[in-house]
C-alpha cells in the first residue's frame, strides 16, 4: 500500500513509503497514519523538537 508521508507541524509532504500491511511494525514509531496519509516529522520540524521539548504542535 503507498502512503503519502507528511510532516505533523508543517505539513510539508517528504514523500511516498510503501506499507504492506498496516498491522505489522510501522518503520517510523512517531508516525500516524490517517487514510492513506502518513503523518510524521520533517528533520527540520524533529530538530526543533529537540531544541524546544516544550513547544506544542498544532
Ligand atoms: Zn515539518
Known amino acids: 500500500m503507498l502512503?503519502?508521508?507528511v510532516?505533523?507541524?508543517c505539513d510539508s509532504i517528504l514523500g511516498e513509503i510503501e506499507l504492506d500491511d498496516l498491522t505489522g511494525e510501522v518503520p517510523d514509531s512517531?508516525?500516524?497514519i490517517v487514510g492513506n496519509v502518513a503523518y510524521a516529522l520533517c528533520?527540520?520540524?524533529?530538530r526543533q523538537l529537540d531544541v524546544e521539548p516544550d513547544?506544542?504542535?498544532h
Open 3 to 5: 502512503m503519502l508521508k
Open 7 to 9: 510532516c505533523h507541524a
Open 30 to 32: 512517531i508516525m500516524d
Open 43 to 46: 528533520p527540520d520540524c524533529m
Open 55 to 57: 513547544r506544542v504542535l
